[in-house]
């Protein structure tokens, strides 16, 4: 893995021209470390372009650089050094921003689980809390001041990915790192306040639907809680209000496994639209239990103890393909989570 990274540090110095993009729908540790590497790469000279599928949620829009990040597809005529894929199981994850021959050496960077190898260069770590913790690692690699707009972008994603680490990812290394961003000039309070106190009335509108919604299954040791496109609508909500619901459920006493089950918006929209027809997404969390058998088994990923997938649709007695509801993505959960809890 050092030669891995040493790898990277050496494409990175000698590149001019660097592209860096993260996961459609970006949260903490996407935007935290795709700005993070952006500071360090311009300060050494280098032409570098952070570009994004949707725009940031409100919640990341306090992150130094942030409104720099382009968003849409680069223009096919436009060549880069090097790209800089980060957190992305596989490169559809990204949101055809670029297209591989548009760049001389694709890296990718990863923290996920289960993750497509499909870079000239490949650093996965499904053990590293964070995507941030990797790029601090790198950074250092290559000799790079840690400065406080860097520390503090790290700072972010290591917060959001550990659920302000007292998630099951959250190991020494992720504190010690924590500590150092700190003394590099994160400041704690005001990335949690900005990050965990910036609530919209909407938002709050529809957590409380979703917290209304709050059932158990399997003498209480699955909670789910679930959100429909009318409930979009209704309260003015957006997919990105959505953000860390799923840690609702999993507070229950008796809650092993929580999921958080909704309709998916258009994301383009400014006010939410009517999912396209059968889109159901599941987020999943555990205390314990490792969810990859689970969100694997639908083609989804992410971490033992905190990943997701999506239902488009199913297949019906004629042959065909229906659209899937809420309840029965909330059954198919509850079966699939049965034989785990039984262990």
């Not at 893995?1 to 860096?20: E, G, H, N, P, Y």
């Not at 935007?31 to 311009?42: D, K, N, P, Q, Y």
């Not at 570098?48 to 223009?75: C, D, H, N, Q, W």
């Not at 290394?173 to 994160?186: C, F, Q, W």
Request: contains cysteine; glycine residues 8%.
């Amino acid at each position: 893995m050092k030669r891995t990274i040493a790898q990277i540090a050496d494409v990175l110095k000698r590149s001019r021209s660097i592209f860096i993009a993260g996961h459609e729908r970006p949260d903490g540790d996407t935007a935290g470390s795709a700005l993070a590497l952006a500071h360090a790469l311009g300060a050494m000279k280098k032409k570098v372009s952070v570009f994004t599928k949707e725009p940031l949620p409100e919640y990341l829009k306090f992150l130094p650089g942030s409104s720099l990040i382009k968003r849409g597809a680069v223009p096919p005529s436009t060549k880069y050094d090097a790209a800089v894929i980060l957190e992305c199981s596989d490169l559809a994850r990204m949101g055809n921003l670029i297209s591989p021959r548009q760049a001389r050496t694709i890296i990718n960077i990863d923290h996920h689980l289960v993750s497509a190898s499909f870079g000239d260069i490949n650093w996965i770590e499904p053990d590293s809390s964070a995507t941030c913790l990797m790029i601090l690692r790198l950074l250092k690699k290559m000799g790079a001041p840690i400065t406080k707009k860097i520390a503090e972008c790290l700072y972010t994603g290591m917060l959001t990915d550990t659920g302000r680490f007292v998630q099951q990812n959250t190991t020494p290394e992720t504190l010690e790192a924590a500590a150092e961003l700190m003394r590099n000039g994160a400041d704690p309070a005001k990335v949690s306040s900005e990050v965990f106190a910036n609530k919209s009335m909407a938002e709050i509108k529809l957590l409380s639907r979703a917290l209304s919604s709050t059932k158990t299954y399997l003498d209480g040791r699955l909670a789910v809680i679930t959100i429909n496109a009318r409930d979009f609508r209704e309260t003015g909500a957006t997919w990105r209000d959505t953000e860390g619901f799923v840690n609702f459920p999993i507070m229950l006493r008796d809650s092993e496994v929580a999921a958080f089950i909704r309709e998916v918006p258009d994301v383009g929209a400014a006010k939410a639209k009517p999912a396209a027809k059968g889109v159901i997404k599941v987020s999943m969390r555990s205390k314990k239990i490792d969810l990859t058998p689970i969100v694997t088994g639908y083609g989804g990923g992410g971490h033992k103890h905190a990943a997701g997938f999506s239902f488009n649709s199913t297949s019906c007695a004629s042959g065909g393909k229906r659209s899937i509801s809420i309840a029965e993505a909330t059954a198919i959960v509850a079966r699939a989570t049965a034989p785990l809890i039984k262990k």
